[in-house]
T-cell receptor, first 113, second 113 residues
Framework: GESVGLHLPTLSVQEGDNSIINCAYS??????FIWYKQESGKGPQFIID?????DKRQGQRVTVLLNKTVKHLSLQIAATQPGDSAVYFC????????????FGTGTRLLVSP | ETGVTQSPTHLIKTRGQQVTLRCSSQ?????VSWYQQALGQGPQFIFQ???????GRGNFPPRFSGLQFPNYSSELNVNALELDDSALYLC????????????FGPGTRLLVL
């Protein structure tokens, strides 16, 4: 079936490095993606979203890139900090008469000082 | 922190029992969605409530049911609990419009023994 997935289960970086978390999707009709951050013991926290009419969107220290040709999106975190350590999910927002989020399995980002 | 709250934070039940989980939505939000997150997995959509009615449903059996109240708070009920129901249950509130973001609560961790 259609899915949203992530390339790597764990990403380890040094504090101050840039991090790139990747996500692939299979539904070519997908047009709305969201990145969530989930810290241990907490619910997912909205980071940034992007629609298919864009190929790049920037927030504070974060950039999301969308490549519709290869059905791939990435989350780039600049100057990664220990507080960025968490599991990151990409999610597709689907509109089937109601909005629902379809999540991938997540990538754990570990930031060492 | 979002304005979404959930109770209880943790719960232990035995197989066959019934459980009720509660969610208070963020101020101004009229839609509540429920998700199940198994350990090490991304959240899976259970159902969504809008104007006190089920607005959409994922691939979950009828023993998963819910309610939404006039103040937009919501309950998730699970009957005849099974071991596989052990998970983190998340609610997310939003406005109904497709472009509106879903904001998650901290979740209720349910353990079924």
């Amino acid at each position: 079936g259609e899915s949203v997935g992530l390339h790597l289960p764990t990403l380890s970086v040094q504090e101050g490095d840039n991090s790139i978390i990747n996500c692939a999707y299979s539904n070519s009709a997908s047009d709305y993606f969201i990145w969530y951050k989930q810290e241990s013991g907490k619910g997912p926290q909205f980071i940034i979203d992007i629609r298919s009419n864009m190929d790049k969107r920037q927030g504070q220290r974060v950039t999301v890139l969308l490549n519709k040709t290869v059905k791939h999106l990435s989350l780039q975190i600049a100057a990664t900090q220990p507080g960025d350590s968490a599991v990151y999910f990409c999610a597709e927002k689907r509109n089937t008469g109601f909005q629902k989020l379809v999540f991938g399995t997540g990538t754990r980002l570990l930031v060492s000082p | 922190e979002t304005g979404v709250t959930q109770s209880p934070t943790h719960l232990i039940k035995t197989r066959g029992q019934q459980v009720t989980l509660r969610c208070s939505s963020q101020s101004g939000h009229n839609t509540v969605s429920w998700y199940q997150q198994a350990l090490g997995q991304g959240p899976q959509f259970i159902f969504q409530y809008y104007r006190e009615e089920e607005n959409g449903r994922g691939n979950f059996p009828p023993r998963f049911s819910g309610l939404q109240f006039p103040n937009y708070s919501s309950e998730l009920n699970v009957n005849a609990l099974e071991l596989d129901d052990s998970a983190l249950y998340l609610c997310a509130s939003s406005q109904k419009d497709f472009q509106e973001t879903q904001y998650f609560g901290p979740g209720t961790r349910l353990l079924v023994l």
